[in-house]
């Protein structure tokens, strides 16, 4: 993906995917389709009609998120561009560098998304308000 000025190294990463009679597998690995060592995996699961999450940045840590099942719209922000990416297939994810705002909203219900960090969860580097996320980015 070509990356206008200003915008955030986001990438979307298309895995391979392998279908057959008994059904489709994809697969992922540390430092090849996840570009960097994993060190953390979560899910978020069960979101509520309406609910975002999401809506932080992390200036140490760099995520890839994948909808495994079910739908939802990621909106990555590093203040000066934002752009809206629509996550509906599982062999299809996005990277989210350190640094830049994402939020996660309109899941589909029962949507399944799952999310490969490259560092173990700490609230230090975590931004949870925009306003302060904009005033700590222009600092940067």
């Not at 992390?58 to 990555?76: M, Q, R, S, T, Y």
């Not at 590093?78 to 996550?87: C, E, F, M, S, V």
Request: glycine share 6%; with cysteine; proline share 5%.
């Amino acid at each position: 993906m070509k990356t206008q000025a200003g915008e955030p190294q986001c990438k979307l990463i298309t895995l391979t995917e392998v279908s057959e009679s008994r059904g489709s597998l994809c697969f992922a690995e540390s430092e090849k389709e996840i570009p960097f060592p994993i060190k953390r995996v979560f899910w978020i699961y069960d979101v509520p009609t309406g609910a975002t999450r999401g809506q932080h940045a992390n200036w140490k840590c760099a995520e890839v998120i994948f909808p495994l099942h079910g739908a939802f719209d990621i909106i990555i922000d590093d203040g000066r561009y934002h752009k809206t990416y629509h996550l509906d297939t599982p062999s299809r994810g996005i990277l989210i560098p350190a640094g830049v705002w994402c939020e996660l909203k309109n899941f589909q219900s029962g949507t399944v998304c799952m999310v490969c960090a490259d560092q173990s969860y700490s609230e230090e580097y975590y931004v949870n308000d925009y306003q302060q996320y904009l005033e700590e980015r222009r600092c940067r």
